[in-house]
């Protein structure tokens, strides 16, 4: 039996305003989805990542896909702290969805690609430099 499953990993835009408030803070939460992929067995389909949130498409087992979430909350949260000497005030937590059905697939694949487009953002997805 597969026990994989599609999930859509994403935060709360509302509550991490102040999430990202430079370049170099798109930089170190982009790396940091690649460095928590690589120390988990969850795949990565698709992603990309706002000011304020993350949109995250995986693949795999929902331990492993939880496991991935979570470092990547710790991570993005140490990254802040280490960055700019404290929390900032980032309330950061991710929620962590099964994917139940193909058209909710299909739509949560162009959610993530799309995303910076869909919230205005004066750029083609294909363009985008923080995402798939």
């Not at 960055?83 to 937590?93: E, I």
Request: proline residues 4%; negative net charge; aromatic residues 12%.
């Amino acid at each position: 039996m597969d026990t994989n499953c599609y999930y859509h990993v994403f935060a709360n835009g509302d509550e991490a305003k102040n999430l990202i408030t430079c370049e170099s803070d798109y930089y170190g939460k982009f790396n940091l989805i690649g460095v928590c992929a690589a120390s988990t067995n969850a795949k990565i389909v698709s992603f990309s990542i706002e000011d304020s949130h993350p949109h995250i498409l995986m693949y795999g087992q929902k331990d492993d896909c939880t496991d991935f979430a979570r470092m990547y909350e710790t991570s993005v949260l140490h990254h802040i702290v280490e960055t700019r000497g404290s929390s900032d005030g980032v309330n950061f937590k991710c929620d962590l969805y099964p994917v139940t059905n193909d058209d909710y697939l299909k739509n949560v694949a162009i959610y993530t690609i799309i995303q910076p487009t869909k919230d205005g953002k004066n750029i083609l997805p294909f363009d985008y430099p923080w995402g798939t």
